[in-house]
């Protein structure tokens, strides 16, 4: 079994602070780490390889810097990594990073199964998983909790939804992506750290995937963030005192005056 | 942070020891001492990080490492669990003496199963009337064709019960005293050794802790430590190499103390400021740190003293078991002090510590028999000059 992990490499949300003044983040001294939901992924990649044998891939696309996450990857026990970076591919948002992953994906040759985080903990769109099967033109089951049965052409998956869960068959190949339901992942071993260490990363840049230049980055994102602003803090509210009926009285004028202000504006 | 030049190889492997102790044995350690229930979970995160060979050679399937690796994963362990560590630590102590007395034959067959993190091994010399007087072991082993039969009853053995390896001491020939000693190698499920009931302890209790009970137990001579009467050469060989180990777990137990006491110490309030802006316990604090500090460069010292093959370091070894334990037990009681009565309290994990701290005093030689073997070194040094 051929299967592909795509990972990203995003800012440690936990030690993450906020600058009060200009409500933006503070990203210097912040740890970068592999997408918690992504580490997910790589650890059912694993299980399944352990299974079934074959080969793992992880692709990256970021900077240079990503190249820590592509080999922490590879500590864990994937089989081969690929950085996807190139000038062209900055500011793209979730439509350009599909398609580049995907032509990237492509580029790669024969594969069975493509698994991916659910999203992303800094943007948290949950777009470029399902974005990637539609650019390959793949199934694609979303939110897997259960690997049920996977063979050489044709696997059962668990798929969370709010109320339960589905089961869904597919034909491979196929993408999926994984909520943290799923397993829990591994941590490095040495010598999978050592030959993390040697192991020889692929780069794939913009001429290497025949891509159209007019669908990456900046230019093929039709994404435009109108505005960043942090919601206003809740302010502490007001307690109304003393016995049932009084309250009662107490909010019911509260909300009239409320209603009234809100019919004036 | 001090920088004690480690290599790039020993800096992964600290780390992940760090991230096992932060991620997998932090969340768990107060349970397992509450219940006193052995952590085999850790045992298996640990087997697969293969950290559990760091100190056996390569071509047995371990590192290739030595002292130093071992401590640093001591450390980083005991800085979470200090019993937890002791597993690790004790599977270490049982293996030197094949390590350093085995054959190829010895180290071929136990080893590898060791490196990988598959058994675990512990190290039985103590008796109930044998302890620092290592000569007045009772266990013998009688010499009968292929075979020694062992006989006698170990005590307060670590890793006892569940450990699958066993470097035994036994007498092999009494009228020769200290030099009628020898080593076995004895496997759990050889007919006619048993253990004894689960020991309950103060602190180290994730650790398990049991008599060994020898009735006609038949070991095959291929299983002898290098030669017969060599036991207490082995032994003695065995804890000038272990005692930094014992030493790191005493600094990880200190440096986790503190690491609770200073977080404490910013969060609780008296008198409207956090009392980590009172200088009397700023004064306990930086105390608490350099004696850490200097009890971790002297393990580390001796540790590389150790791997770099110097021919003696028993007083050495003996001075860092004694400074860091006794540091150890210092910190912690200090760092019970910073909590004040939220540091008696179970519900905080500081007690613990003091606790896990008590027996690193004690056991691979109590520190008075540290002392003994420091101050006799010491004054043979002077006469030889």
Same mark, same amino acid.
Request: glycine share 10%.
């Given at each position: ?47 399944? &390889?352990?299974?079934?044998?074959? &080969? ?19 500590s864990m026990g994937v089989d081969e990594m690929v950085l996807m970076c190139d000038r062209a591919f900055a500011g793209s948002d979730t439509w350009a990073t599909s398609y580049t992953l995907a032509k990237g994906i492509q580029k790669l040759g024969k594969f069975d199964l493509i698994i991916c985080g659910k999203q992303a903990i800094d943007g948290d769109t949950a777009q470029v998983g399902p974005g990637i099967a539609a650019t390959l033109d793949i199934p694609q089951v979303t939110y897997v909790k259960k690997t049920e049965e996977i063979k050489e052409d044709m696997a059962r998956f668990e798929k969370m939804t709010e109320e339960g869960f589905e089961v869904i068959e597919t034909p491979l190949p196929c993408l999926i992506t994984v909520v943290k339901e799923i397993n ?48 206003? &803090? ?21 909300? &009239? ?9 | 942070?001090? #920088? ?36 085999? #979970? ?90 620092? #007087? ?62 004894? *009931? ?41 804890? #000038? ?73 028993? *007083? ?70």
């Open positions: 079994m051929n299967i592909i992990v795509c990972i990203k490499q995003v800012p440690d949300t936990q030690d993450i602070r906020i600058n009060p003044e200009t409500n933006t983040l503070m990203r210097e001294g912040v740890q970068s780490i592999i997408n918690p939901f992504d580490m997910y992924a790589i650890e059912e990649a694993l299980r399944i &390889k352990e299974k079934l044998g074959g &080969k793992i891939t992880v692709i990256c696309m970021g900077p240079q810097q990503a190249d820590a996450a592509l080999r922490e990857a590879v829990i992942p591994r941590l490095p071993s040495l010598k999978g750290k050592i030959r993390a260490k040697q192991a020889p990363v692929t780069t794939l840049t913009a001429k290497d995937i025949d891509a159209e230049p007019g669908k990456l980055g900046l230019k093929g994102s039709p994404t435009v963030v109108k505005k960043v602003f942090t919601p206003p &803090k809740r302010t502490g509210g007001q307690i109304l005192q003393g016995d049932t009926n009084e309250v009662v009285n107490k909010l019911v004028e509260a909300l &009239k005056d409320m209603v009234v202000a809100a019919g004036k504006t | 942070m001090m #920088d004690y030049l480690l290599t790039e190889q020993q800096i992964m492997v600290r780390d992940l020891a760090r991230k096992i102790a932060k991620e997998k044995i932090a969340p768990v350690a107060a349970e397992h001492d509450e219940k006193e229930t052995f952590p085999w #979970d850790i045992m298996k995160v640990m087997a697969e990080s293969d950290l559990c060979g760091v100190y056996i050679e390569e071509k047995y399937g371990g590192l290739g490492g030595g002292a130093m690796e071992l401590c640093l994963v001591t450390e980083e362990l005991s800085r979470a669990c200090g019993g937890i560590a002791i597993c690790f630590a004790a599977t270490a102590l049982g293996t030197y003496p094949i390590i350093l007395f085995g054959n190829d034959e010895q180290k071929q067959k136990y080893l590898p199963d060791i490196a990988s993190g598959k058994k675990l091994a512990a190290f039985a010399l103590t008796e109930a009337g044998a302890g620092s #007087d290592a000569g007045a072991i009772a266990t013998t082993a009688r010499k009968e064709g292929d075979y020694y039969v062992l006989n006698g009853v170990k005590q307060w053995i670590t890793n006892g019960g569940e450990a699958e390896v066993y470097s035994v001491i036994a007498m092999t020939d009494r009228e020769k005293g200290a030099r009628g000693a020898s080593f076995f190698i004895v496997e759990k499920g050889t007919h006619g050794f048993d253990f004894g *009931k689960k020991e309950k302890k103060l602190g180290i209790r994730a650790s398990a802790t049991r008599e060994l009970v020898f009735n006609e137990c038949k070991v095959h001579k291929d299983n002898l430590l290098g030669r017969e009467g060599m036991g207490f050469i082995v032994a003695m060989k065995t804890f #000038d190499k272990s005692r930094p180990g014992v030493a790191a777990q005493a600094v990880g137990i200190a440096q986790g103390a503190l690491d609770h006491a200073v977080k404490y110490s910013r969060e609780r309030k008296q008198f409207g400021k956090t009392i980590s802006s009172f200088q009397g316990l700023q004064f306990m604090i930086a105390d608490m740190a350099t004696q850490i500090e200097a009890a971790r460069a002297l393990t580390y010292a001796v540790a590389r003293m150790v791997d770099s093959g110097a021919r003696d370091v028993s *007083k050495e070894s003996a001075m860092v078991k004694l400074f860091a334990s006794d540091t150890a037990m210092k910190v912690t009681t200090d760092a019970i002090q910073v909590l004040g009565g939220y540091g008696y309290m179970r519900d905080y994990p500081v007690e613990k510590y003091m606790r896990d701290a008590k027996i690193t005093q004690i056991y691979e030689g109590t520190n008075q028999i540290q002392r003994n073997i420091i101050a006799l070194e010491v004054l043979k040094e002077q006469l030889r000059k």
